[in-house]
């Protein structure tokens, strides 16, 4: 008969000097947003950025301009390895949204690896207007809390947050990404890798090299599931994949004639829209 684990309640200390306090920034406006927010509010702050090697080099540049904002250091968390090891040990087989072992391995653990046993409060930077509970540790050490749920900041906040700091959005924005996390995120759009094409031809070969045959039964795996890079960065279809999109954004300003054409450069939506993606890599 198996034996049953018993599960010790965990007592949290009066003492506030015992818990930390930590914020992880992913390189996205909503966690950038929410550490400028929180700045003045919270004197023992920590921030932690888990760094996977494959960030946009926008990604380093948002992160030390936040740096000077804050007047703080920004942790960078490892993993122990690279992603390339794991990719072997993997046999080859590329994360996608049905094997997300890039979260779990690059991100997630080192996020708990880092806080150990310690009490932590873990600042999350999911906004009022959003319908998501995203990543919660379920170890007893860590509480969650919201803070721009609790002060009913939405979108419309989080910009105005950035631009009267003088941060502003992302780099990455400028030229159409949507997201933060690695270059060669499987949540991209396919408007956002012909981006990446037209921005870092480099980083877009880097990611197509990993397109071939893995080592567990030959199988080539893709970033898009059912188009390769290949495939996709020729010229007919590039074009085809831009006109899509502009298509779609005129949709969209039919729809909502009182928006500008300013608040849809890049494909970014004022409205909130479901977001899906990894919520320690995208916030």
């Known amino acids: ?43 023992n ?96 050490n860590i509480r969650a809390v919201f803070p721009f749920r609790e002060d009913g900041i939405a979108y419309e906040g989080v910009q105005r947050i950035l631009e009267e700091s003088g941060l502003g959005m992302p780099p990455y924005t400028d030229w159409g990404r949507t997201r933060s996390g690695c270059f060669f995120c499987f949540y991209q759009q396919k408007i956002e890798w012909v981006r990446l094409k037209r921005k870092y031809p480099e980083l877009y070969e880097e990611a197509k090299a990993y397109e071939k045959p893995n080592i567990v039964n030959g199988n080539v795996f893709y970033w898009c599931s059912n188009e390769s890079l290949e495939d ?17 954004q005129i949709r969209i300003l039919k729809r ?11 494909g970014l939506e004022v409205v909130p829209r479901a977001r899906e993606g990894c919520l320690i890599c995208q916030l």
């Not at 996205?28 to 400028?36: E, F, I, N, R, T």
């Not at 094997?99 to 046993?117: A, H, Q, V």
């Not at 996709?232 to 779609?248: D, T, V």
């Open 256 to 266: 909502q004639p009182n928006r500008s054409l300013a608040e849809t450069l890049g």
């Open 45 to 140: 702050m920590e921030y932690i950025f888990h760094d996977t090697g494959k960030e946009l080099p926008d990604t380093y540049e948002y992160l030390e301009r936040l740096e000077g904002y804050l007047g703080r250091k920004i942790v960078r968390t490892t993993f122990g390895t690279t992603f390339d090891h794991i990719l072997r040990i993997k046999g080859g087989m590329l994360p996608s949204n049905h094997r997300r072992w890039c979260t779990d391995l690059m991100k997630l653990k080192p996020f708990e690896n880092y806080i150990g046993d310690d009490f932590c409060i873990n600042y999350v930077g999911i906004r009022a207007d959003e319908e998501r509970v995203g990543y919660i540790s379920h170890k007893p």
């Open 1 to 43: 008969m198996a034996e049953k684990i018993k599960q010790t309640a965990i007592t949290w200390p009066q003492d506030e000097s015992k818990v930390r306090h930590i914020l992880s920034l992913s390189g996205g406006k909503d966690s950038a947003a929410l550490a400028v927010h929180m700045r003045d509010r919270v004197e």
């Open 232 to 248: 996709l960065e020729k010229p007919e279809r590039m074009a085809q994949i831009e006109g899509n999109w502009e298509e779609k």
